[in-house]
């Protein structure tokens, strides 16, 4: 399948002289001898693909570029070398008013402080885009009305934006952007402003909603967390560039560098590994012939946890045809959850482990 | 640090401009006058009283019961005043100015709040258009336009320009980047950002520039009455010339009604056009006195009282009195008349109008100072004035304009130029004794304005002859402020030493002591001219030769001043005819009626 948003070298860079910089930086100069010159590279050698129906997070600390970067998928800038394809189309090359034609029938965008016109009603926040494609007023508010419910906000179609607490502005910012059709969402550190409580609600609907209308959505993040939770794949951005793509669990257990690494040690692995990606490979073929129960690649690490206290042996692996495919024994789960992979280390003065067990 | 000589270059610039681009002054000239008169023309159409009540219901509507009874109390005491006509063409003049200030200021502002360039550029010049006094603004307009309201209207459009410029810029500014860039996220035109988004979102900031264009443009109005636009502006101008602190009072009282009322209604309209302001109003909880009409009732009542208006406007101010009797030698010819509020100024300058009138003249009479006064002349807006002092104290506005102006001779006899001390001023009968004096006054020469001629005598000959440079500091001023030192000093009898002129009514009133001038540093005295712009005698050969004629003899003068002192302001007219009554046969020596016939006078 191809994919539906993709970035070519894409490099932006701010200040005087951006196409000597944007020389400069492919001869292998870094951002801080180009600040010194005046300019600042926001972007630099950026390339990724995004399959339809696709989560891409892009996570990065602040600096890092990743709001420039998803300014320049939709042209609100200009990259200053590089291309970006839409559904194949090369967005770079396309003059003012067709790059509008295409933000407004094919790419919508949700901003981190919601951004809702606080002179129009809900209603007619949500029917923005349409009004801007020129959807006749009857079908835009029918259209307006549906988005809104399927954000939860049935019933508020007629309140002003100030009346609404953040979580629920942000649905209707999601609504806005979900009303047009789009088959492409930008998505701004949506959540970023939110409460802890609210922002997982909003994670929790965003999913839901993906389950059924499967879009394309590129996601801007600072939070690994948020980021381990929604993406598909993620992008880690520092300084600029990309320094690792990958799912959620190539990141956490293949960093790539230690920036990355350093980044993880916060990260909740219980709720972002697997069976597959914790269990013991090297097995005998013997391990499932009990009546015990047993877990699929696919298990969350949460899930075997609880196996894994229930059974008094290590937990066994089958794939969909049923042929053992590991075993995860409970010092490996421990030691996942402590980011600790070595064997564990005999030790020097034994004593009843029953007794302490059983203290325990 | 050589001399750069900019007032030059700004000089020959403006008459450049006056020079080569008349027919644009000229055009622009015509449209202002247009629109000026057409709102004065419906703002004066209807009785006060019905146009007060349309002003009370547009407060109604706007900003709830109270207000629009106070605005109808309001436009009552300044009809009551007699004010009227006055504030309708104050008003008819700010809303002109504000219409042209707003169709420039908001496009301007929505420039500058997209272009950096631009707004780095505009930024200077507004400084220099909100700074610059605004006198020096008033004279380039009145060369360009010439006396009346097009140069009102043009000063006061330009002081007041700036604050819609900068508030239109602000708001577009203010309005948040995110929303903007949501707007284009969902590919708006930057033309419907424009509209759809930035300005609703800057409209209450625009409103409150629009408000601050109104109060400026109204403060400007009393500034821009110097340069004849009539009106509440002249009004004051006029009542300051004459010292006349009630009148004053008065007509500053109806600009205070103006500029509350524009004030109160532009805040409200402000709330009432941004959908934020009308949700805010919606909530605020009503009361018995902010109940506010429906739409639909306020343009109803609206729509009725004009209606009423229109109908009784026909029988309203249709019966205007024709004051020509006997012989109309003029036949409703317009003649404009100038003065400085100078007593001999006013004395003749209404007698004039008297006489004019008898024969059958439009006359139209307005005060200025005496620089406008030259340069209406100058420029032919202005038929004849009859009190320049040739050849001395007008000598500067003489070498300038004097090409362009015929001198119709003089009509009263020596006039003298002194400085003055109360008779209770012992030891100084001279000036030469004024230089061991000093301490006793302060070193202070009380002045007037410093464009009167015999200003700058005193300060470049009387002054060095007798010694008294660094000794003595003239005080510049006006005439009335002149006066009410004088009157002041007087009344707690303390030295004071003033510029004054003979003949002057302060003779009279007070016991005063001319100062010798045994050097003639005042040089001889001067005559009292009448003047009249180039062409006045072709066209006006008979009025021309009745000036021409014209003389006065001091009694006359001092009689007929006198007089109009004692009438008080507006009634110099009145005062005129009592004179002439008790003269009989002066109007018709002065003003023949030809071999038409004597007409009997009074």
């Not at chain 2, 006065?552 to 004692?566: D, F, N, P, V, Y």
């Amino acid at each position: 399948m191809t994919a539906r948003i993709e970035a070519e070298h894409l490099y932006k860079v701010f200040g005087r002289r951006p196409d000597q910089a944007v020389e400069r930086l492919e001869q292998g100069a870094d951002r801080d001898e180009l600040r010194a010159e005046g300019s600042t590279a926001a972007v630099i050698d950026v390339s990724f693909a995004v399959a339809p129906g696709e989560i891409f997070v892009v996570m990065g600390l602040s600096g890092s570029g990743k709001s420039t970067l998803l300014r320049t998928l939709n042209g609100l800038l200009t990259p200053t070398a590089g291309r970006v394809r839409f559904d194949g189309q090369d967005l770079t090359a396309l003059g003012d008013r067709e790059l509008r034609e295409v933000r407004a029938d094919k790419i919508s965008m949700v901003f981190q402080h919601f951004a809702l016109f606080p002179h129009r009603s809900v209603r007619d926040n949500a029917a923005y885009g349409l009004a801007v494609q020129g959807v006749p007023r009857a079908e835009r508010e029918r259209r307006a009305d549906e988005a809104l419910a399927l954000c939860g906000l049935a019933g508020w179609e007629d309140s002003w934006p100030d009346e609404l607490s953040g979580g629920m502005q942000q649905r209707v910012g999601l609504a806005r952007a979900l009303a047009t059709d789009a088959d492409l969402l930008l998505m701004d550190e949506s959540f970023s402003a939110l409460d802890p409580l609210i922002r997982r609600d909003m994670q929790d609907q965003l999913l839901e909603l993906q389950k059924t209308l499967r879009k394309t959505i590129v996601f801007i993040t600072h939070d690994l967390n948020e980021a381990m939770r929604l993406g598909d794949r993620i992008a880690v951005m520092r300084d600029g560039r990309i320094v690792q793509t990958g799912t959620a669990e190539d990141i956490l257990l293949r960093p790539a560098d230690d920036y990355v690494a350093s980044f993880i040690q916060d990260v909740d692995r219980s709720r972002v590994l697997t069976a597959s990606a914790v269990m013991d490979t090297d097995v005998r073929g013997d391990e499932a012939d009990c009546a015990c129960e047993t877990a699929e690649p696919g298990t969350p690490f949460t899930e075997l946890c609880a196996l894994s206290a229930r059974l008094s042996h290590p937990v066994a692996v089958l794939d969909a045809d049923r042929t053992v495919v590991g075993v995860v024994p409970e010092s490996r789960l421990v030691g996942f959850l402590g980011d600790e992979r070595g064997d564990p280390i005999a030790c020097d003065h034994p004593r009843d482990d029953r007794k302490v067990t059983a203290r325990a | 640090m050589p001399r750069l000589p900019l007032g030059d270059w700004v000089d020959s610039g403006v008459d450049w401009l006056v020079g080569h681009l008349s027919w644009l002054f000229d055009a622009i000239r015509a449209v202002l006058e247009g629109m000026y008169d057409g709102i004065d023309a419906v703002l004066t159409a209807p009785q006060p009283l019905l146009l007060a009540g349309i002003l009370a219901v547009l407060a109604w509507w706007l900003r709830g019961l109270l207000a629009g009874v106070l605005a109808f109390a309001g436009f009552a005491l300044v009809d009551s005043l007699d004010l009227w006509e006055r504030a309708m063409s104050t008003l008819s003049l700010v809303l002109v100015a504000t219409i042209i200030a707003l169709v420039i200021s908001v496009p301007l502002g929505i420039w500058a709040a997209r272009s950096r360039a631009v707004s780095a550029t505009l930024r200077p010049a507004l400084d220099l258009l909100q700074t610059m006094p605004s006198m020096v603004l008033l004279i380039p307009a009145m060369l360009f336009f010439g006396l009346g309201t097009a140069a009102g209207v043009v000063a006061t459009l330009i002081f007041a320009l700036a604050p819609g410029v900068r508030m239109t810029e602000l708001g577009i500014r203010q309005v948040d980047a995110e929303l903007v860039e949501a707007a284009e996220a969902f590919g708006t035109t930057p033309r419907d950002t424009l509209w759809r988004v930035q300005l609703p979102l800057a409209l209450p900031t625009i409103m409150a520039g629009v408000n601050q264009v109104i109060m400026l443009g109204l403060s400007m109005v009393v500034i821009a009455g110097m340069v004849g636009t009539g009106g509440l502006g002249g009004a004051v101008n006029e009542a300051i010339g004459q010292l006349d602190i009630g009148y004053g009072f008065e007509a500053g009282v109806g600009i205070v009604v103006l500029a509350i009322y524009l004030d109160r209604v532009t805040g409200a309209l402000g709330t009432q056009l941004s959908p934020l302001g009308r949700r805010a109003a919606a909530k605020a909880r009503p009361t018995a006195f902010s109940y506010r009409p429906r739409p639909a009732v306020a343009v109803v009542a609206v729509v009725v009282l004009a209606l009423v208006a229109g109908g009784l406007g026909v029988f309203g101010p249709g019966a205007t009195k024709s004051t020509a009797s006997g012989t109309d030698i003029g036949q409703g010819k317009e003649i404009k008349l100038g003065y400085i509020p100078w007593d001999e100024g006013i004395a003749s300058t209404f007698l004039w109008k008297e006489l004019l009138e008898r024969r059958g003249f439009k006359v139209s009479v307005t005060q200025y100072a005496a620089g406008p006064l030259y340069t209406g002349l100058a420029t032919g807006r202005l038929d004849f004035e009859t009190d320049s002092w040739l050849p001395t104290t007008h000598a500067e506005y003489w070498k300038k304009y004097g090409d362009r102006m015929e001198d119709l001779g003089n009509w009263y006899g020596s006039t003298s130029l002194e400085l003055t001390v109360p008779s209770y001023v012992k030891d100084v009968n001279s000036l030469a004794d004024l230089k061991d004096h000093a301490a006793e006054f302060d070193g202070r020469i009380i002045g007037i304005e410093p464009s009167a001629g015999m200003m700058g005598l005193l300060k470049d000959k009387v002054l060095d002859q007798y010694g008294l440079k660094g000794k003595y500091q003239v005080v510049d001023g006006s005439t009335p402020a002149m006066l009410t030192e004088l009157k002041r000093a007087y009344a707690k009898k303390q030295p004071v030493v003033v510029t004054l002129w003979s003949p002057h009514w302060a003779y009279s009133d007070y016991r005063l002591k001319k100062l010798k001038d045994p050097a003639g540093a005042w040089g001889k005295g001067d005559t009292v001219h009448t003047l009249a712009r180039k062409g006045f005698s072709a066209d006006n050969p008979e009025v021309a030769q009745w000036l021409k004629d014209f003389s006065m003899t001091e009694e006359q003068l001092t009689g007929l001043e006198a007089r109009i002192q004692k009438a008080g302001k507006g009634k110099e007219q009145d005062a005129v005819r009592a004179w002439l009554k008790e003269n009989p046969g002066l109007a018709d020596t002065w003003a023949p009626a030809g071999k038409a016939g004597q007409e009997a006078a009074g």
